[in-house]
C-alpha cells in the first residue's frame, strides 16, 4: 500500500504564507498525478491544486486560489508541495494531499485510483 504524509499546516496571520509539503512512500512505479484538497467541517472536500503535468495533463487551481497558491511535483521523488500566500482566513480548513493512478509494477498490476494523507492543519488567523 501507498502511504502520504503531510506537513507543513499551522498557524498564520492574514496575508502570511506556508509552504505544504507530502511525500508518497511504499511500492511505487508510477503515480500520474498529485494534488491538494482541503475541507471545513461541515462542508464537503475541494480541490485546492492537481498537477498531472507530468503525463500530458495539466496544472489545475480552483479559482479560489489562484494567483496566491502554486503546486509544485517532484516526480522523482514522489512528493508534492503546495506553496500559499496571501492567505487570509477563508483559507483555514483542513488539508489533504491525494496521489492519483498508482501503479506499483511496471506491469499494471496493483492499480489504486488515488490514495490520501490525514490532513494538515491550517489555520489563518484575522
Known amino acids: 500500500q501507498v502511504q502520504l504524509v503531510e506537513s507543513g499546516g499551522g498557524l498564520v496571520q492574514a496575508g502570511g504564507s506556508l509552504r505544504l509539503s507530502c511525500v508518497a512512500s511504499?511500492?511505487?512505479?508510477?503515480?500520474?498525478?498529485m494534488g491538494w484538497y482541503r475541507q471545513v467541517p461541515g462542508k464537503q472536500r475541494e480541490m485546492v491544486a492537481v498537477?498531472?503535468?507530468?503525463?500530458?495533463?495539466?496544472?489545475t487551481y480552483a479559482d479560489g486560489v489562484k494567483g496566491r497558491f502554486t503546486i509544485s511535483r517532484d516526480t522523482a521523488k514522489n512528493t508534492v508541495t503546495l506553496q500559499m500566500n496571501s492567505l487570509n482566513p477563508e483559507d483555514t480548513a483542513m488539508y489533504y494531499c491525494k496521489a492519483i493512478g498508482i501503479r506499483e509494477f511496471s506491469d499494471g498490476s496493483r492499480y489504486y485510483p488515488d490514495a490520501w494523507g490525514r490532513g494538515t492543519q491550517v489555520t489563518v488567523s484575522p
Open positions: 511504499g511500492r511505487i512505479y508510477s503515480i500520474i498525478g
Open positions: 498537477d498531472t503535468s507530468a503525463n500530458g495533463g495539466a496544472t
